[in-house]
């Protein structure tokens, strides 16, 4: 032997020291220690369980999206045909430009008398300032209206309006109705 030649080997030293290794053999074939086997036994039962906990997280959350994206239309649809059925009223209290007659009658359909209170007010306001019996700007106030009209009837129906615009008061249809009663009072130019 070449003693100076470390690359010299004995090859049946080396097959004793491992068994050969068959490459064509499947990995699911190969045999296992057995606390090797319950190691990959539990690994593949945890791998399974997350799996499985993945799987029913993205179902609720697909579930959450269908639900919320269903109400939302709905909601909106729902809305939106409201809307279109509804009319459109004033916030501010002017005299132009509103069709008194049929605002009114939608919040009498309504039942929202608080509405048709404010309304029965304004358009008598419009009524009078086109036959000049009082000059409306939309810087006065209805006090300053009644001072300008000088009228009992009006004072009357004024703080009608008065009261359930600005004093928190619940309008009924009896208030309405004395309301109603008020403007074709003043309407017909009583001195009240």
């Known amino acids: 032997m070449n003693e100076g030649n470390t690359l010299v080997f004995n090859e049946k030293i080396i097959d004793g020291w491992t068994e050969k290794y068959d490459y064509n053999r499947e990995l699911g074939k190969t045999k296992l220690k057995p606390e090797l086997k319950e190691k990959v036994k539990d690994n593949n039962l945890t791998e399974k369980r997350i799996e499985d906990f993945f799987t029913i997280v993205l179902w609720i959350i697909g579930i959450f999206l269908l639900v919320g994206i269903t109400t939302f239309l709905l909601y909106h649809l729902k809305l939106g045909s409201l809307k279109k059925k509804s009319v459109d009223i004033p916030e501010e209290d002017t005299i132009y430009g509103i069709d008194f007659e049929v605002l009114i009658l939608q919040m009498e359909k309504e039942g929202n008398y608080m ?78």
């Open 115 to 192: 509405q048709c209170i404010r309304l029965k007010y304004l358009s008598v306001l419009r009524t009078l300032h086109d036959s000049h019996r009082i000059a409306w700007e939309p810087y006065k106030t209805p006090t300053q209206y009644v001072y300008e009209m000088k009228n009992v009837d009006f004072k009357t129906l004024t703080n009608l309006f008065m009261k359930v615009r600005y004093g928190g008061y619940a309008a009924t249809i009896q208030m309405y109705d004395e309301a109603i009663r008020l403007s074709d009072l003043v309407l017909k130019g009583g001195i009240g």
